[in-house]
């Protein structure tokens, strides 16, 4: 791989500038001149590029698997990462499980360090921007064994903002020793629809103030370990019952709630110096009223986000492969009116080429100046500066080994998941259980997929951490929608167990079923919910009742312990819970949560 030299060399001192200027955004701008004299000497194609965060396939920048390969192709037109970014020039790259990016922390450093050499190979090369989505609960692109930790809604259960900056510093170290320097986290969207499909346990909760505390306190810990964070999804993605992913949300909130709702958490980042922020593609039309999604509206990006807000780090879209930006305008105008808009990187087209060409038409038949284009790499080069990319753009294994998923920092999550388990119904104090009346368990529910790489499936892991602390515990999965035989088959197993535990994933009427005749068995039921604390609402003849609020490793083994009474229930709720039948009606307000002591 190249020296540090030829690195140093390739961008002009810019490296040894930064160097003294650290993190502190205050100092950005002093150096504007030696990034300003970087952008000049780049070609138009490589201005376009520049702006682009592109998904690739395969754990290796140059020797992908076939399968990869095969995907690369079809989707991007070339054969690997290192292709990519010869041919677009591109100044980021986002991590996927899916796409196979991450199959282990020694595997991901070499990969980013493939890309890296890749790129700074070029002519006039610059550092790649290397990002991915490790929000932590449900959402997480690297699994173990790196150190996984309770999601957003779980922490905001706990409460505590030392949490979350501890959650930011583990996570960031751990990220930045892998080569991935952007995280798009913390969520700052205040989840106050009970039905949201997209975001409910990814965000803290639904008070605004208790969540931009927390969204400040994570930004702390991310960037305080050298790894951009990422305010998302603005202007706020907390009310609508539509994904927008698979459609077009509309938020009807007012300008005047927007302003003491939506708009405190990202106040909140900008105050904290946040790194980036992320566009949500959502109609709102209090804020614009033309119909167009946020991404790419002018009035929310530049008038709100820049000018009202005063921000003027990098704005980043969501994947412009989501429905949501994509209902209006085609996949060739949406990065030209997103660029119009105010953002800087355009992340993920659907496909690259249509995207990249449409920019480069843009700007040489006028619609788009090169002085645009290169405002927003301005923006992009300083955040790169800032987190050392031209001076150090390199990992190395005795960092991976040294940093990621070390025993203290397992040990950190768990002492952190502990604090996060809320405990709603205890009826006749049935929790804790006790082992002498009760060591038999059976260990029921839904077995969703595991979300971020964590072992699971969620049935097993709790049968498993039961059976360490003294139960004998038998895990059967039914599912997130057992059928008759199903059901039957768990109230067979129940009569033969002192006491059965039932995972609840966003509950389902068949869910429903399946409680119901279990609780009529007598034997004694304990219900956790490993998704939405909103199941409570639909379970009143449930004795005992617990949310975790994800179906991660470490959240249930942390309700595993709850429940065997060798921690105690600390969390309380984040969100209100509303009466199943009367909507209207609070069931169990913010901040409710019961105590082993009464």
């Given at each position: 791989m190249p020296s540090r030299r030829t690195v140093l060399a390739a961008t002009a001192g810019v490296a040894a500038s930064f160097a003294v200027s650290g993190t502190a955004h205050a100092d950005d701008k002093k150096h504007d001149h030696k990034l300003r004299s970087l952008i000049s000497r780049m070609t138009l194609e490589e201005k376009v590029g520049q702006l682009f965060v592109m998904r690739v396939y395969g754990h290796s920048a140059t020797a992908p698997d076939q399968a990869d390969v095969d995907a690369n192709l079809k989707e991007i037109g070339v054969r690997t990462a290192a292709e990519?970014?010869?041919?677009?020039?591109?100044?980021?790259?986002?991590?996927?499980?899916?796409?196979?990016?991450?199959?282990?922390?020694h595997q991901i450093a070499d990969l980013s360090n493939g890309i890296q050499q890749a790129s700074l190979r070029q002519p006039r090369g610059l550092p790649v921007l290397i990002s991915t989505d490790q929000e932590h609960g449900i959402v997480c692109r690297v699994g173990e064994p790196a150190t996984l930790f309770p999601g957003a809604m779980a922490i905001g259960a706990g409460g505590a903002r030392k949490d979350a900056r501890t959650l930011g510093r583990i996570a960031g170290r751990e990220l930045r020793a892998i080569g991935i320097r952007q995280n798009y986290s913390p969520v700052a969207d205040v989840n106050v629809n009970p039905a949201n499909p997209v975001i409910g346990v990814r965000s803290f909760g639904s008070d605004a103030d208790a969540v931009a505390g927390?969204?400040?306190?994570?930004?702390?810990?991310?960037?305080?370990a050298g790894v951009a964070a990422t305010a998302k999804h603005f202007p706020g993605h907390g009310d609508t019952a539509v994904d927008s992913h698979y459609g077009f949300p509309v938020i009807t909130h007012s300008r005047e709630l927007w302003g003491k709702l939506d708009a405190v958490p990202f106040r909140a980042a900008i105050r904290a110096g946040i790194d980036s922020i992320m566009t949500a593609h959502i109609q709102f039309p209090a804020l614009d009223a033309s119909g167009d999604p946020a991404t790419l509206s002018h009035p929310i990006v530049t008038g709100i986000l820049r000018g009202e807000l005063g921000y003027d780090g990098v704005v980043v879209t969501d994947s412009l492969g989501m429905e949501g930006v994509r209902t209006k305008y085609g996949d060739d105008r949406v990065p030209v009116l997103a660029l119009k808009a105010?953002?800087?990187?355009?992340?993920?087209?659907?496909?690259?080429?249509?995207?990249?060409?449409?920019?480069?038409?843009?700007?040489?038949?006028?619609?788009?100046?090169?002085?645009?284009?290169?405002?927003?790499?301005?923006?992009?080069?300083?955040?790169?500066?800032?987190?050392?990319?031209?001076?150090?753009?390199?990992?190395?294994?005795?960092?991976?080994t040294r940093t990621v998923g070390t025993p203290a920092h397992l040990a950190e999550a768990d002492r952190i998941a502990e604090r996060t388990t809320t405990l709603l119904v205890n009826e006749g104090r049935l929790l804790p259980l006790n082992r002498g009346t009760h060591r038999k368990l059976l260990v029921v529910g839904a077995d969703p997929a595991s979300p971020s790489g964590t072992t699971g499936p969620p049935t097993g892991v709790l049968a498993a951490a039961l059976t360490e602390l003294g139960f004998t515990a038998t895990a059967l999965a039914t599912g997130t929608a057992p059928s008759a035989a199903t059901v039957a088959q768990a109230v067979a197993a129940a009569r033969d167990a002192d006491a059965v535990i039932v995972g609840t994933y966003n509950i389902t009427a068949a869910q429903r079923t399946l409680v119901e005749q279990l609780v009529a068995t007598g034997r004694p039921v304990v219900a956790v919910a490993i998704r939405n604390p909103y199941d409570v609402a639909q379970l009143p003849t449930v004795p005992a009742y617990l949310a975790a609020y994800s179906w991660t490793d470490v959240e249930l083994r942390a309700a595993a312990r709850v429940i065997a009474g060798k921690a105690a229930p600390r969390g309380r709720l984040p969100v209100p819970v509303q009466r199943a039948d009367d909507p209207a009606k609070v069931l169990y307000p913010v901040g409710y949560g019961l105590s082993y002591g009464r």
């Open positions: 990519m970014i010869a041919r677009y020039r591109v100044g980021g790259i986002i991590y996927f499980t899916w796409a196979h990016n991450t199959r282990d922390p927390l969204v400040a306190a994570e930004v702390a810990g991310y960037q305080g105010g953002v800087d990187q355009l992340l993920n087209p659907p496909s690259l080429d249509v995207a990249w060409n449409a920019v480069l038409m843009a700007v040489q038949g006028g619609e788009l100046t090169e002085a645009r284009l290169d405002e927003s790499i301005l923006r992009i080069l300083r955040l790169k500066a800032r987190l050392r990319l031209f001076e150090g753009p390199y990992v190395g294994h005795d960092g991976v």
